[in-house]
T-cell receptor, first 115, second 112 residues
């Protein structure tokens, strides 16, 4: 099992460019999440998906869109990147519904720099 | 306002000693709290979960306590080893919105 995989590992964008971060899990988990991690601020939830076909906003959704393509894949899109979106992005998954206490499995992260 | 606080200063201890990390929270009433380990350049890895009706949970050299009156969780690593050096994150459920809220983490350094 690969667990949670993310692509790309690193990305540099110019302000205004768009890109999609890809995430896939092979654990047959129902719930998937996108977080960003900034120094001194901890992980902040951007969006989550409790099941295929459903998505919900997290704490910091502005400037992002997501797609739960199928049970395995959950992508994060930046339509017009801004320097404030420079961060490390983590995808995670859990077996049960959000809020039920299930452990979350994290991917290795994507390090994004917006110039 | 709602806050989760972990000591931002690194905890530096000698190998073999017990490391104790603190997670304090305000204005939350979590049903559970989780602890994760994060190594540099990698994603967090789940360690332990403790529910509000549990005072203490153990797993090998790890022990977590949860005091809902003090609004505090303590995370202990006994007989610490240099391989335990990492950043440790606490996370709790927000309650109504089913979101997991993370603290910013405490870095642990274990000297040989």
């Amino acid at each position: 099992n690969a667990g949670v995989t993310q692509t790309p590992k690193f990305q540099v964008l110019k302000t205004g460019q768009s890109m999609t971060l890809q995430c896939a899990q092979d654990m047959n988990h129902n719930s998937m999440y996108w977080y960003r991690q900034d120094p001194g601020m901890g992980l902040r939830l951007i969006y989550y998906s409790a099941s295929e076909g459903t998505t919900d906003k997290g704490e910091v959704p502005n400037g992002y869109n997501v797609s739960r393509l199928n049970k395995r894949e959950f992508s994060l899109r930046l339509e017009s990147a801004a320097p404030s979106q420079t961060s490390v992005y983590f995808c995670a998954s859990s077996e049960g519904l959000p809020g039920t206490g299930g452990e979350q499995f994290f991917g290795p992260g994507t390090r994004l720099t917006v110039l | 306002s709602q806050k989760i606080e972990q000591n931002s200063e690194a905890l530096n201890i000698q190998e073999g000693k017990t490391a104790t990390l603190t997670c304090n929270y305000t204005n939350y009433s979590p049903a559970y709290l989780q602890w994760y380990r994060q190594d540099p350049g990698r994603g967090p890895v789940f360690l332990l979960l403790i529910r509000e009706n549990e005072k203490e949970k153990r797993k090998e050299r790890l022990k977590v306590t949860f005091d809902t009156t003090l609004k505090q969780s303590l995370f202990h690593i006994t007989a610490s080893q240099p391989a335990d050096s990492a950043t440790y994150l606490c996370a709790l459920d927000e309650g109504s919105s089913y979101k997991l809220i993370f603290g910013s983490g405490t870095r642990l350094l274990v000297r040989p």
